[in-house]
């Protein structure tokens, strides 16, 4: 099997504010992966106030940006045969009543 990274975008920080019913969602949601055996990693939240980008030349700015639309809030590794499936799992996930949207990469194992 493979591996996927399936990344959360969110369109605004105030969208990070989840409610006890959306956490049991998105709870729901993994425990339905990890039923299948498709789950390789949790994930994590990833912080919006703590963050720093490190740029050519040793120039430091805060991150994430203010003037991109979406931040990544998140991410959850997945294991499946195809991007297809991995996708199928995306396209469950609550995030989407948020406004949010995933992005699925395939994670390639360097040699």
Do not use: C
């Amino acid at each position: 099997m493979k591996e996927f990274v399936l990344i959360f975008r969110l369109n605004n920080q105030t969208e990070l504010k989840t409610t006890p019913e959306q956490i049991q969602e998105r709870m729901n949601w993994l425990a339905g992966i990890a039923a299948q055996n498709k789950l390789a990693d949790k994930g994590n939240t990833l912080s919006n106030e703590s963050a720093k980008t490190v740029h050519a030349d040793n120039v430091v700015t805060d991150g994430p940006y203010t003037e991109i639309k979406e931040f990544i809030s998140g991410y959850v590794i997945v294991k499946t045969e195809t991007i297809d499936e991995a996708v199928e799992l995306a396209k469950a996930n609550p995030i989407f009543k948020m406004g949010g949207n995933i992005e699925v990469r395939e994670i390639l194992q360097r040699k």
